[in-house]
Protein backbone atom coordinates (compact mmCIF):
# COMPACT_ATOMS: atom_id res chain seq x y z
CA UNK A 1 0.00 0.00 0.00
CA UNK A 2 1.42 3.42 -0.92
CA UNK A 3 0.81 6.24 1.26
CA UNK A 4 0.87 9.90 0.67
CA UNK A 5 1.84 13.01 2.72
CA UNK A 6 -1.12 14.99 3.14
CA UNK A 7 -0.59 18.12 1.17
CA UNK A 8 0.64 21.58 2.98
CA UNK A 9 1.30 25.13 1.52
CA UNK A 10 -1.16 26.93 -0.23
CA UNK A 11 -2.96 25.42 -3.26
CA UNK A 12 -0.46 27.30 -5.67
CA UNK A 13 2.85 26.09 -3.62
CA UNK A 14 1.15 22.58 -3.97
CA UNK A 15 0.72 22.88 -7.81
CA UNK A 16 4.18 24.62 -8.19
CA UNK A 17 7.08 22.36 -6.83
CA UNK A 18 9.76 24.96 -5.39
CA UNK A 19 12.56 26.27 -7.72
CA UNK A 20 16.19 26.37 -6.45
CA UNK A 21 16.85 29.50 -4.32
CA UNK A 22 17.24 32.46 -5.48
CA UNK A 23 19.91 33.95 -3.04
CA UNK A 24 22.04 31.10 -4.17
CA UNK A 25 21.74 32.24 -7.43
CA UNK A 26 22.69 35.79 -6.44
CA UNK A 27 26.26 35.74 -6.24
CA UNK A 28 26.96 39.38 -5.79
CA UNK A 29 23.76 39.86 -3.94
CA UNK A 30 21.06 40.84 -3.60
CA UNK A 31 21.48 44.85 -2.51
CA UNK A 32 20.28 44.96 1.09
CA UNK A 33 18.12 47.65 -0.19
CA UNK A 34 17.33 49.71 -3.76
CA UNK A 35 16.45 52.90 -3.69
CA UNK A 36 14.24 53.34 -6.72
CA UNK A 37 14.44 57.47 -6.85
CA UNK A 38 18.26 56.87 -6.62
CA UNK A 39 18.30 53.85 -9.14
CA UNK A 40 19.95 54.48 -12.77
CA UNK A 41 20.22 52.09 -15.76
CA UNK A 42 23.39 53.47 -17.39
CA UNK A 43 23.21 52.54 -21.22
CA UNK A 44 27.17 53.59 -22.47
CA UNK A 45 29.09 52.39 -25.24
CA UNK A 46 28.82 51.94 -29.07
CA UNK A 47 25.98 53.35 -31.08
CA UNK A 48 24.56 54.45 -28.27
CA UNK A 49 24.10 58.21 -26.35
CA UNK A 50 26.17 58.02 -23.04
CA UNK A 51 22.64 57.87 -20.89
CA UNK A 52 21.19 57.44 -17.38
CA UNK A 53 18.24 56.01 -17.36
CA UNK A 54 16.13 56.90 -14.47
CA UNK A 55 13.15 54.65 -13.42
CA UNK A 56 10.66 56.94 -15.03
CA UNK A 57 11.64 56.89 -18.17
CA UNK A 58 12.89 52.97 -18.42
CA UNK A 59 8.20 52.98 -17.21
CA UNK A 60 8.27 54.67 -21.31
CA UNK A 61 9.40 52.14 -23.21
CA UNK A 62 6.12 49.53 -24.43
CA UNK A 63 4.67 47.04 -21.56
CA UNK A 64 4.22 43.45 -22.30
CA UNK A 65 3.97 40.15 -20.48
CA UNK A 66 5.37 37.13 -21.60
CA UNK A 67 5.05 33.65 -20.61
CA UNK A 68 8.97 32.07 -21.41
CA UNK A 69 11.45 29.35 -19.72
CA UNK A 70 14.30 30.01 -18.48
CA UNK A 71 17.02 27.29 -17.96
CA UNK A 72 20.32 27.31 -15.38
CA UNK A 73 23.35 25.39 -16.40
CA UNK A 74 22.81 23.30 -12.90
CA UNK A 75 20.28 21.41 -15.08
CA UNK A 76 16.89 22.86 -13.92
CA UNK A 77 14.39 25.12 -15.24
CA UNK A 78 11.06 27.04 -14.51
CA UNK A 79 8.26 29.33 -16.43
CA UNK A 80 7.36 32.77 -15.20
CA UNK A 81 4.84 35.41 -16.74
CA UNK A 82 7.29 38.00 -16.90
CA UNK A 83 6.30 41.63 -17.25
CA UNK A 84 9.05 43.99 -18.81
CA UNK A 85 10.15 45.30 -22.05
CA UNK A 86 12.34 44.54 -24.90
CA UNK A 87 15.68 45.03 -24.42
CA UNK A 88 15.54 46.55 -28.08
CA UNK A 89 12.77 49.45 -26.89
CA UNK A 90 15.25 50.38 -23.88
CA UNK A 91 18.18 50.56 -25.84
CA UNK A 92 15.88 52.77 -28.17
CA UNK A 93 15.92 55.08 -25.23
CA UNK A 94 19.23 55.42 -25.04
CA UNK A 95 19.27 56.13 -28.95
CA UNK A 96 20.79 52.78 -30.01
CA UNK A 97 21.74 52.58 -33.95
CA UNK A 98 20.63 49.13 -34.18
CA UNK A 99 24.05 48.08 -35.78
CA UNK A 100 24.55 44.71 -34.15
CA UNK A 101 28.03 43.32 -36.56
CA UNK A 102 30.83 42.34 -33.86
CA UNK A 103 28.68 43.91 -30.56
CA UNK A 104 28.32 42.50 -27.18
CA UNK A 105 26.07 43.65 -24.26
CA UNK A 106 27.94 43.81 -21.26
CA UNK A 107 25.25 43.76 -17.65
CA UNK A 108 26.37 44.91 -14.69
CA UNK A 109 24.58 44.17 -11.68
CA UNK A 110 24.09 46.70 -8.74
CA UNK A 111 25.99 44.11 -6.14
CA UNK A 112 26.67 44.83 -2.65
CA UNK A 113 29.93 46.08 -0.76
CA UNK A 114 30.89 42.91 0.30
CA UNK A 115 31.05 40.63 -2.71
CA UNK A 116 31.07 42.98 -5.82
CA UNK A 117 29.21 43.48 -8.83
CA UNK A 118 28.45 40.23 -11.41
CA UNK A 119 29.10 40.88 -15.15
CA UNK A 120 28.40 39.01 -17.81
CA UNK A 121 28.83 39.86 -21.70
CA UNK A 122 26.20 38.41 -24.41
CA UNK A 123 26.09 38.95 -28.01
CA UNK A 124 23.72 41.90 -28.98
CA UNK A 125 22.19 40.73 -32.14
CA UNK A 126 21.51 37.41 -30.81
CA UNK A 127 19.50 38.54 -27.75
CA UNK A 128 17.88 41.40 -30.19
CA UNK A 129 16.60 38.81 -32.51
CA UNK A 130 15.61 36.42 -29.23
CA UNK A 131 13.37 39.40 -27.99
CA UNK A 132 15.72 39.47 -24.54
CA UNK A 133 13.87 41.16 -22.03
CA UNK A 134 13.98 43.40 -19.39
CA UNK A 135 12.21 42.35 -16.44
CA UNK A 136 10.50 44.46 -13.56
CA UNK A 137 7.46 42.14 -12.46
CA UNK A 138 6.46 38.42 -12.20
CA UNK A 139 3.11 37.46 -12.27
CA UNK A 140 2.22 41.25 -12.15
CA UNK A 141 4.24 41.93 -8.99
CA UNK A 142 6.97 43.58 -8.38
CA UNK A 143 10.59 41.75 -8.33
CA UNK A 144 11.19 40.39 -5.17
CA UNK A 145 15.02 41.41 -4.51
CA UNK A 146 16.51 38.26 -4.57
CA UNK A 147 14.94 37.38 -8.31
CA UNK A 148 16.69 41.04 -9.59
CA UNK A 149 14.97 43.85 -8.46
CA UNK A 150 14.13 46.38 -10.03
CA UNK A 151 15.06 44.84 -12.95
CA UNK A 152 16.92 42.51 -14.46
CA UNK A 153 17.72 41.26 -17.97
CA UNK A 154 16.76 37.51 -19.78
CA UNK A 155 18.33 36.13 -22.97
CA UNK A 156 16.06 33.49 -22.94
CA UNK A 157 18.02 31.13 -25.90
CA UNK A 158 21.05 31.31 -23.22
CA UNK A 159 21.89 29.48 -19.98
CA UNK A 160 20.56 32.10 -17.49
CA UNK A 161 24.03 32.91 -15.88
CA UNK A 162 24.58 34.82 -18.77
CA UNK A 163 21.29 37.52 -17.90
CA UNK A 164 22.12 39.40 -15.19
CA UNK A 165 19.50 40.08 -12.05
CA UNK A 166 19.83 43.72 -10.44
CA UNK A 167 20.61 45.43 -13.23
CA UNK A 168 22.78 48.93 -12.90
CA UNK A 169 24.59 49.06 -16.58
CA UNK A 170 24.36 48.20 -19.89
CA UNK A 171 27.62 48.44 -22.48
CA UNK A 172 27.80 47.69 -25.68
CA UNK A 173 31.03 46.79 -27.00
CA UNK A 174 33.37 44.68 -29.29
CA UNK A 175 35.09 42.64 -26.82
CA UNK A 176 33.55 39.53 -25.44
CA UNK A 177 35.00 38.65 -22.17
CA UNK A 178 33.81 35.83 -19.71
CA UNK A 179 32.65 37.42 -16.61
CA UNK A 180 34.26 36.98 -12.84
CA UNK A 181 31.85 34.91 -11.28
CA UNK A 182 31.22 32.36 -14.67
CA UNK A 183 35.35 32.30 -14.29
CA UNK A 184 35.09 31.26 -10.95
CA UNK A 185 32.18 29.06 -11.55
CA UNK A 186 34.00 27.53 -14.60
CA UNK A 187 31.27 27.98 -16.97
CA UNK A 188 33.19 28.02 -19.86
CA UNK A 189 30.52 27.92 -22.29
CA UNK A 190 29.26 30.41 -24.34
CA UNK A 191 26.06 29.77 -23.01
CA UNK A 192 24.13 28.41 -25.28
CA UNK A 193 21.07 25.85 -23.69
CA UNK A 194 22.17 22.51 -24.47
CA UNK A 195 20.17 19.52 -25.50
CA UNK A 196 19.66 17.35 -22.28
CA UNK A 197 17.66 16.22 -19.63
CA UNK A 198 16.50 18.97 -16.49
CA UNK A 199 14.18 19.16 -14.07
CA UNK A 200 11.38 21.66 -14.95
CA UNK A 201 10.58 22.91 -11.75
CA UNK A 202 6.94 24.28 -12.91
CA UNK A 203 5.90 20.77 -13.90
CA UNK A 204 7.45 18.92 -11.10
CA UNK A 205 8.92 16.57 -13.38
CA UNK A 206 12.13 15.99 -15.81
CA UNK A 207 12.02 16.76 -19.37
CA UNK A 208 14.65 15.74 -21.86
CA UNK A 209 15.24 19.00 -24.73
CA UNK A 210 15.74 18.12 -28.12
CA UNK A 211 17.37 21.29 -29.78
CA UNK A 212 19.53 24.20 -28.24
CA UNK A 213 18.65 27.28 -27.37
CA UNK A 214 15.14 28.23 -25.62
CA UNK A 215 12.98 25.92 -24.90
CA UNK A 216 9.32 27.05 -25.84
CA UNK A 217 7.59 23.12 -25.23
CA UNK A 218 6.73 22.04 -22.56
N1 LIG B 1 23.41 39.63 -10.53
C1 LIG B 1 23.30 38.30 -10.70
N2 LIG B 1 22.50 37.84 -11.67
C2 LIG B 1 22.36 36.50 -11.86
C3 LIG B 1 23.07 35.58 -11.05
C4 LIG B 1 23.93 36.09 -10.05
O1 LIG B 1 24.59 35.36 -9.30
N3 LIG B 1 24.00 37.45 -9.89
N4 LIG B 1 22.91 34.22 -11.24
C5 LIG B 1 22.36 33.79 -12.54
C6 LIG B 1 21.95 32.40 -12.48
S1 LIG B 1 23.17 31.23 -12.48
C7 LIG B 1 20.63 32.02 -12.48
S2 LIG B 1 20.17 30.39 -12.56
C8 LIG B 1 19.55 33.03 -12.40
C9 LIG B 1 18.62 32.73 -11.23
O2 LIG B 1 17.43 33.50 -11.34
P1 LIG B 1 16.24 33.26 -10.32
O3 LIG B 1 16.70 33.71 -8.98
O4 LIG B 1 15.09 34.06 -10.84
O5 LIG B 1 15.96 31.79 -10.35
O6 LIG B 1 20.05 34.35 -12.23
C10 LIG B 1 21.22 34.67 -13.00
N5 LIG B 1 21.52 36.06 -12.83
MO1 LIG C 1 22.11 29.22 -13.01
Redesign the pocket.
Known amino acids: MTRYAPATGTPAQRTRPA?????R?????PPEHVDLARWRLTVTGLGVEDTALDWERVQAAPRLTENRR?V???N?S?R?NWGGFLLADVLGLAGFDGATEGRYLRQT???TPEKG??T?TVPLGDALERRALLIDRIDGAPLPL???YPL?LLDFGL?????????ARLEVTDVFELGE?EMR?GYTLDGQIRPKRYRFCDLGRHHFVERPGEVTEP
Open positions: KPSSLYYQDGYCVCWTESIGVYSERGRYAYKSVKGLWA
